[in-house]
């Protein structure tokens, strides 16, 4: 599903030699973004997204992290025009960009420092009909159910969710222990797949796709 190309392990060494350079938190951060489990989660949504076929022109992505993986991925195997990375660290930015410099360079891709609970995402789209196609949430854990963002934006789109029942980091804020938990903290009433995996570090992900 992922292409490595040339073009791609240029732009992964760089932004892991900046990593290194930069040490601690930054640098740890970027060696557990790059774990097994990091992989076989997105892998698992984009199968899913494609035997749904759900369209992935216009992107958001809530928390994407440094998103190496996902954006590959969507532009890859959807073709995606332009995919909106909506992060609240800075030092993600950089490091995001960097991963995926030729994305940025063609601007298919844009990371935007921006908290996504408390403020609207629909100003980046208020000149396109229709709104964002899809919108994609694989830190679900990580943040307020997402019921709470969607009283902020009133649209249309497919989500894509996962989220995880590990409750032994304190940033785990707000696990599951089932998809029909995430999918009610949500609000999905129009579920197109629901299910669950587990990944090779033993941790039990759920996912919901749907609106």
């Keep these: 599903m992922l292409n490595y190309t040339p073009d791609v392990a240029n732009d992964w060494k760089n932004a892991l030699s900046f990593a290194l350079k930069e040490g601690g938190y930054l640098n740890e951060r970027v060696i557990t973004s790059l774990s097994p489990s990091q992989l076989e989660s997105k892998m698992w949504m984009v199968e899913m997204m494609l035997e749904l076929a759900v369209p992935c022109k216009l992107v958001a992505i809530l928390g994407g992290w440094f998103a190496q993986y996902t954006i590959p991925l969507l532009v890859d195997n959807f073709n995606s025009n332009i995919i909106y990375n909506y992060e609240m660290d800075p030092d ?34 208020s000149a396109i009909s229709g709104g964002y196609d899809t919108i994609i949430n694989t830190s679900c854990e990580h943040m307020f159910p997402m019921r709470k963002f969607r009283e902020l934006n009133k649209n249309n789109s497919i989500y894509v969710l996962q989220s995880s029942n590990d409750r032994q980091y304190d940033d785990h804020i707000n696990c599951v222990d089932s998809a029909d938990e995430l999918s009610d903290q949500a609000n999905i009433v129009d579920v197109m797949y629901s299910g669950e995996l587990e990944l090779s570090n033993g941790m039990t992900r759920y996912m919901v796709i749907g609106r």
């Design 92 to 125: 993600v930015k950089t490091v995001s960009y960097k991963f995926n410099k030729r994305y940025k360079e063609s601007k298919q891709y844009v990371c935007q420092i921006h908290n996504v609970m408390f403020e609207s995402i629909e100003y980046n789209i």
